[in-house]
Every structure is written in C-alpha cells, then in structure tokens.
C-alpha cells in the first residue's frame, strides 16, 4: 500500500510564498507522474502542475511564472514553491502520485493540505 503525506499549507499574506511537500512512502517500486491538484470551495479540482519521472514539467496557466514544481526521486518527494501568491489561490492542494508497486501500476491522492492566501 503507498501513502502520500503531504505538509506545508498555511495562512500567508498577498504576495507571499509557501513551500508545500509531498512525501510517498510504502511499498513502491518506481514512480512516474508527480503532480499537484487544488480543489477551491464550489469549484472542481483542477491540475496545477505535473511533473514526470524524467524531468518533464507542465503548470496550469494560472500559475505559470509563479509556481515551481520539482521532485527528489531518491526520496520520493515532491515540492510545490509557490511565490506571488493571490487570494485566488486560496485552496485545499492534493498530491497525486502514479506508482508502480509490488500489486501493479496505482494512482494515489494525498489527503490535501489548505492554502489560504488573504490579508
């Protein structure tokens, strides 16, 4: 079984920035995508930013110039800097992880870890 633990979120001014963590542990043997979702309230979850196993990244217009996702494979862990933060990007963040393991091919969300950007 992989469990995601994510750490990070918190409360921070207009402007400002926060590093979240994504951390995946259990019985894996490689990991192919890394990516990080939001979901804000009333609205659906969208993709913020995805990276994959060689190094290949992609980021939602939104967040494009602001946001930096990078991955450290020997522990798999992913990051999300995020700088220049808005109000708008107030939301609960979730990692997602596509994993081999020793079941098969999986695809696992962390438990989200709330941004709220405001004054």
């Known amino acids: 079984q992989v469990q995601l633990v994510e750490s990070g979120g918190g409360l921070v001014q207009p402007g400002g920035s926060l590093r979240l963590s994504c951390v995946a542990s259990?019985?894996?043997?490689?990991?192919?995508?890394m990516d990080w979702y939001r979901q804000a309230p009333g609205k659906e979850r969208e993709l913020v930013a995805a990276?994959?196993?060689?190094?290949?990244?992609n980021y939602a217009d939104s967040v494009k110039g602001r946001f930096t996702i990078s991955r450290d494979n020997a522990k798999n862990t992913v990051y999300l800097q995020m700088n220049s933060l808005k109000p708008e990007d107030t939301a609960v963040y979730y990692c997602?992880?596509?994993?081999?393991?020793?079941?098969?091919?999986?695809?696992?969300w962390g438990q989200g870890t709330l941004v709220t950007v405001s004054s």
């Open positions: 997602n992880v596509k994993c081999h393991t020793a079941v098969g091919y999986v695809e696992v």
């Open positions: 990276i994959a196993s060689g190094g290949r990244r």
């Open positions: 259990g019985n894996i043997f490689s990991i192919n995508a």
